[in-house]
């Protein structure tokens, strides 16, 4: 009976179906999103963190921040909608560092699944949490006066490019959290990038107040760039040069980074 | 597609390892390490910690890439056949790897979808090996809430899924209380019975000897022996002698007074007072033991000779006990050393 199994599966050494790695995909995504579910205050800490810093700028250091030509809320708003996907993606680099942790990496690699599914299972999942993050934060950002100003096609578009970079960023966030391999030191070491990003960027405060040796980084960095992009979408004004240059931010960060991930994975089991 | 030299090159060993090594760093994990286990039968890799023998069961899972040497599973190599050989092993481990946060259900029905198999089979099989598990209670319950037991028994499970015709037990009883390892070994047995082969890893000589037909002492890194329990217990030839004294003081000193009889190094129990000599003879050299004993004025609680047991051999071979035989206090004397 032993002898039969084998040679039937010796027969079959080709490389994986597409529909097979697909599926695989969708069994670990699956996985993912069932352990997010079910950690409701991780998944209630990565709405709420978002959601302070809005309240933080809008109605404590708001007040002092004048921006000319627009009202604060709505040039600091979609700042913080790129935020919320960058603060969801930190919680990739813990996950993947406490599955290698916890030995189940050895599980999954012992099994005929495509390989990459455990990573992409990983990003889809978690871009999923962010999506929710970014729909309650969008919520929130109209109840406390933040308007759309453009057509509905525009404001869609800023939508997906906000999920777009918060997807390809999910991917930095997996090659830190497969490079350390330590829960509580992916956590901290995750803060980093999204720290010098997100602060270091118009989010927050136009670009032109910061010190001249940093406008250079400030000014041409993804995230301020994709910001820019989004405030035109939502707010009017040229909107293409920044379009494209955030555009291709997100795909050189998502073939850069899967790249790496890719790598480390491979490395960090063998 | 088959290639026909490749099918040439298959043996009839499920499992084959030939002269495999791995460094890590500067420690040699494994050294020119070669055995095969046959097709139905249960193999066990006895050792100590840090004897490699997690490091062999990582090699032949694909998980591990061996710094030489060749491994084969079904015949195929693990390297240049790795997703096949995936798709025909089953691996559980020392440390349950079943997702936490998942139901025992779901844990078993993602193993069976990544084992690629239709979602009315994995269905069926869950439900079939959470039944079979003693489970079906728990199946629908997060795993966090499980006890040691019932973790171990739903990652056997979870290795089963695929229906593997080779199965890697790496250590798939340490830690658990005796009620628990009986039931998971007479499940090995079952699995056996039905052909499946296995190759486990252990650190106790009775659980070796319990399961396994043949097997591969595995001490720093080598084979230090291999065989049937039988066979190694012929190695060393012949029963051991054993001497229990009334007095804690007279330990040494009888030791001292036997030691010209051992034919391997002897071992002292100093909780128990006792001596265990491995000795070529039989009623001759218990007599000659009790003379001079007598002789010197050791007072005996016990003097007996018995045939040797697994512990004795693998001490005999490695200079060193096992878990089982590796009591606190436990002082080994011999000739050699």
Redesign the interface.
């Known amino acids: 009976m032993t002898d039969v199994a084998i040679r039937q599966s010796a027969a079959k050494a080709a490389p994986l179906p597409l529909r097979l790695a697909v599926r695989d995909i969708q069994g670990i995504t699956r996985r993912n999103l069932l352990r997010i579910i079910r950690t409701p205050q991780l998944l209630f800490m990565s709405i709420v963190q978002p959601a302070i810093i809005l309240l933080l700028f809008r109605y404590v250091l708001g007040g002092a921040i004048r921006v000319p030509g627009v009202d604060y809320v709505d040039f600091v708003v979609p700042g913080i909608f790129l935020e919320a996907v960058l603060i969801g993606g930190m919680t990739t680099a813990l996950a993947l560092a406490q599955d290698l942790q916890a030995g189940i990496v050895d599980r999954f690699r012992s099994l005929p699944m495509a390989r990459s599914a455990f990573l992409a299972g990983r990003t889809l999942a978690d871009v999923c949490r962010s999506v929710l993050a970014l729909a309650f934060i969008i919520g929130l950002g109209l109840a406390v006066g933040f308007r759309f100003h453009t057509s509905a096609g525009a404001c869609l578009a800023g939508v997906a490019l906000i999920i777009a970079f918060g997807y390809a960023f999910t991917w930095v966030y997996a090659a830190i959290g497969l490079a350390v391999k330590d829960p509580q030191t992916a956590q901290m070491a995750a803060i980093l990038p999204m720290f010098i990003l997100f602060f270091a960027s118009s989010a927050l405060v136009p670009v032109s107040t910061m010190p001249g040796w940093l406008q250079p980084f400030a000014q041409n960095q993804p995230a301020t760039v994709t910001i820019n992009a989004v405030r035109a979408l939502f707010e009017g004004g040229p909107v293409f040069h920044d379009l494209w240059q955030a555009a291709l931010w997100c795909v050189g960060i998502f073939v850069v980074f899967l790249t790496i991930s890719l790598n480390l994975y491979r490395k960090a089991t063998a | ?2 290639d026909p030299r490749q099918a040439e090159r298959r043996t009839d060993a ?1 499992v084959e390892v030939e002269g495999v090594t791995k460094r890590f760093g500067s420690t040699l994990a494994l050294d020119d390490v070669s055995f095969s286990v046959q ?2 039968e249960v193999l066990a890799l006895l050792g100590p910690n840090g004897a490699g023998k997690t490091t062999v069961i ?1 090699v032949l ?5 061996p710094d030489s040497g060749r491994a084969r599973v ?3 190599d693990v390297q240049k ?1 790795a ?2 050989i ?4 089953g ?1 559980a ?1 020392q ?1 349950a ?3 936490e ?2 139901t025992g259900r ?1 844990n078993l029905e ?2 069976g ?4 198999l239709d979602k009315a089979v994995y269905r069926h099989r869950a439900q079939d090996a959470l039944d079979r598990m003693s489970l079906t209670g728990a199946g629908d319950n ?1 795993v966090k809430t499980y006890s040691g037991g019932m973790r171990r028994r739903l990652d056997l499970a ?1 290795s089963l899924i ?2 593997p ?1 080779v199965l890697f037990l790496d250590e798939p009883t340490t830690g658990l209380d005796p009620r628990t390892r009986n039931d998971l070994w007479q499940f090995i047995e079952e699995l056996v019975a039905e ?3 296995v190759l486990l890893t252990t650190q106790y000589m009775e659980e070796a000897e319990h399961l396994a037909k043949a097997i591969v002492v595995l001490d720093a890194g080598r084979v230090a022996a291999q065989g049937t329990a039988d066979e190694l217990k012929d190695q060393l030839g012949g029963n051991v002698l054993e001497v229990q004294v009334s007095k804690r003081a007279d330990l040494e000193k009888a030791a001292a007074l036997i030691a010209g009889l051992a034919s391997a190094p002897l071992r002292l129990d100093a909780d128990l007072n006792r001596i265990s000599l491995p000795v070529k003879g039989g009623a001759r050299v218990l007599i000659a033991a009790g003379r001079a004993l007598d002789d010197a004025g050791v007072e005996l609680e016990d003097l007996g000779i018995r045939r040797p047991s697994l512990d004795d051999v693998f001490l005999a071979i490695t200079g060193h006990p096992t878990a089982s035989g590796n009591d606190p206090g436990n002082a080994s004397t011999g000739g050699d050393r």
């Open positions: 597609m088959t499920a097709p139905g990582r899972t694909t998980l591990l890439k079904a015949g195929l056949d997703r096949t995936r798709s025909m092993i691996l481990g440390y790897t079943v997702d946060l998942l779901e993602l193993i979808l990544l084992y690629h997060q979870a695929g229906r015709p052909g499946t082969t």
